[in-house]
């Protein structure tokens, strides 16, 4: 049997059914993974633990699906497939820091929904991935722990704030990973790892155990090779959950099935796309779009219509101001609920303080990196006496307007595409000195994450230097579906999701 690291998670789940491999054997060739790498992708790994978790779903995978007495789990398709959790989900056992000083050594209670749901499925927890520090960043270079390295070029950034996730699963070290995005952060590290990104419609997974940053725009996803394994680990992430008040109530769905249904009416075994319209916003191809970027795009667009999906121009036209928009609300809901940390009920507490307003203040001093401090600031301003309403309700009312822009184009076609970084990946402290160039950089995916609407990065190829690029593709509410089911057609005809970083995967 081969590396159980090299093989797919179907390949996976065969060899699990034919006793071939056990859940601890894949758990161990997977923590030996991780221990090898060089990527700074893990936060916190507890062994022991892990393996207790593979030794319990080989229990349940000994007892036949049939018999009366097995466990609703023993059916599961991820029993005994690892996973990990971006350092942005608390869970009970590994360490839950959001990549900040201020909970280094946080250990959490319970677990959050999305941790529970897929711990109840059966999956192997591996560790926490790193992210940037309260997943504030579009590089991963923020998180105190140090930056994730791009398995494909070690001296670029992964993305961010998702980029423990992405590199992990780029590099091999988990057949998939959750991550969270409120404004690319899924998307943008699965474009420059060269891997598969879903940020499903906000509401259709729950928040709870979600440490927040913008609570109207956080949202959990997932990062896999493919879309059919991103489709597995989504049907069991999504449901109502009454502890999470913005949680949508809908009947189950199931995205594996929808991964190999027809997109269209007209679909046929030689054009499954047939009839798909895919709007091209002109917003998303004009200047500040690199060569190498289009190029790899319009050749993804290309192969979709080699499918038989049709190209139509369409218009975003408030695409620039979703950066102005975001970058006002989002600190301003990152002030609110980072206001929290104060040293009084958990997290890191300064040693040495006078009084209770020097504790404060030193305590948020000490325990929040610069970036976080940025944001807490300017959230801080716009939502202050006078600027209230210059600012904060002026970006409510332009986000609206986004929303409307993406209503009429939905209108004409049924799937949007574009990029989803404006360039590759960047080397690792390029733009440290530059934040409004790293905001920049997020400005093909902020705007769906404004209309809290469903986008996946698909992998379409490499730019200069063979770095990866990735295709977004942005459906109507609630419409994964149709985004998984035109994703996984493109991927069972090309093979980018399939290409591998370096050397196969990280091993120096």
Partial sequence: MSDPTSLAIADLQRALKARELSA????????????????????????????LQAREADAALAVSPTSSTSSASSASPLLGIPVAHKDIFVTRGWRSTAG??????????????????????????????????????????????????????????????????????AAGLAPFATGTDTGGSVRQPAAMCGVTGIKPTYGRVSRYGMI???????QAGVIARSAEDCALLLQVMAGFDPRDSTSLQLPHEDFTVACGRPVTEGATESAPLAGLRIGLPKEFFGEGLAVDVRQAV????????ALGAVAVGVSLPRTE????????????????????????????????????????????????????????????????????????????????????????????????????????????????????????????????????????????????????????????????????????????????????????????
């Avoid at 790498?37 to 022991?48: G, K, M, R, W």
């Avoid at 927040?212 to 956080?218: I, M, W």
């Fill in 100 to 169: 900040s000083q201020m909970l280094a050594h946080y250990r959490s209670p319970f677990d959050a929904a999305v941790v529970e749901r897929i711990a109840s499925a059966g999956a192997v927890c591996l560790g926490k991935l790193n992210c940037d520090e309260f997943a504030m960043g579009s590089a991963n270079e923020n998180p105190v722990y140090g930056p994730v390295l791009n398995p494909w070029d070690r001296q670029r950034i992964a993305g961010g704030s998702s980029g423990g996730s992405a590199a992990a699963v």
């Fill in 298 to 305: 319009e050749q993804g667009v290309a192969a979709l219509c």
């Fill in 212 to 218: 927040a940053f913008a609570s109207s725009l956080d």
């Fill in 321 to 508: 101001l979703s950066i102005p928009a975001y970058y006002v609300i989002a600190p301003a809901e990152a002030s609110s609920n980072l206001s929290r940390f104060d040293g009084v009920r958990y997290g890191h507490r300064a040693k040495d303080y006078a009084n209770l307003r020097e504790m404060y203040m030193r305590t948020r001093a000490e325990g929040f990196g610069a970036e976080v401090k940025r944001r807490i600031i300017v959230g801080a301003y716009v939502l202050s006496h006078g600027y209230y309403d210059a600012y904060y309700v002026k970006a409510q009312q332009l986000r609206r307007l986004i929303a409307d822009d993406f209503t009429a184009v939905f209108s004409e076609v049924d799937v949007i595409a574009g990029p989803v970084a404006p360039t590759t990946a960047w080397r690792i402290g390029e733009q440290t000195d530059d934040p409004v160039r790293n905001y920049l950089a997020d400005i093909f995916t902020l705007p769906a994450s404004l209309a809290g609407l469903p986008a996946m990065s698909v992998p379409c190829g490499f730019g200069a230097g063979r770095l990866p690029v990735g295709l977004q593709l942005i459906a109507p509410y609630l419409q994964e579906a149709r985004l998984l089911a035109t994703a996984s057609a493109l991927q069972r005809a090309t093979g980018w999701h399939l290409e591998r970083p370096p050397a196969g995967r990280d091993r120096s």
């Fill in 24 to 51: 601890l054997e894949i758990a161990d060739a997977y923590l030996a993974a991780g221990e090898r790498s060089t990527l700074n992708a893990y936060l916190d790994v507890q062994p022991e633990l892990t393996r």
